[in-house]
Every structure is written in structure tokens, then in C-alpha cells.
């Protein structure tokens, strides 16, 4: 996660400098960052319930860093090919989390 997260800063830092480049680099930086330190927290939880909580919290930022990704596509601040594998990288991560979730509250609930 923290490679993904290298990759967000280096999009962030490549956007425009125009008005709405600035606003979306804050807010991807923000939510592209967070999940990897939030499932190092996951990694160190006290308890079940802490540990999904955790890690429900690392995947609501990868969302929110998917719609950014994708506004920047959309917009057109990078060329879409540019962005293609980290979207692709953030749906993986997504996938990974949300299974991790469901396997734990399956077992031990």
C-alpha cells in the first residue's frame, strides 16, 4: 500500500497548478495516502472489531481515491493512459480489503 501511495503523491504532484488542479491534489493526496497507514493500524488492532473498523476506514479512502482518479480523468488535468494502472491498482486493493472484511466478520462473528 505504501507503493500505491507513492504513486498517488507523484499524481498529485503532476497535476495543474490551476484552481481545481490544487483542489483535487489535496483531496488525492489526503484519501490516496490514508489507507496505507490505516491498515498498518488494522495490522496492530486490539480486537477483532477494531481491526475491521480499521480496515472499513482504509477502504472508504481508496473509494474516495477512485472517484479523484477518475475526476482527473474525466477532466482531463492527465492523460487517462497515465492513470489506467493505478485505478486498476486501487479496484485491486479495494477487492483485497473488502474480502479481508468479509472473511473476518464471517469468522469471527
Not at 40 to 55: I, N
Not at 67 to 93: G, Y
Amino acid at each position: 500500500m505504501i507503493d500505491f501511495a507513492v504513486r498517488v503523491i507523484k499524481v498529485a504532484d503532476a497535476l495543474p497548478e490551476t484552481a481545481a488542479g490544487k483542489h483535487i491534489s489535496r483531496q488525492l493526496l489526503r484519501s490516496g495516502t490514508s489507507p496505507a497507514p490505516n491498515y498498518a493500524e488494522a495490522r496492530g488492532a486490539e480486537s477483532t472489531a477494531d481491526f475491521v473498523h480499521k480496515l472499513k476506514v482504509a477502504l472508504k479512502e481508496l473509494n474516495e481515491t477512485s472517484v479523484w482518479l477518475r475526476m482527473v480523468c474525466r477532466a482531463e488535468l492527465k492523460k487517462t493512459e497515465l492513470l489506467n494502472e493505478l485505478i486498476d491498482e486501487n479496484q485491486q486493493l479495494c477487492r483485497i480489503l473488502n474480502a479481508s472484511v468479509k472473511t473476518t466478520m464471517t469468522n469471527d462473528y
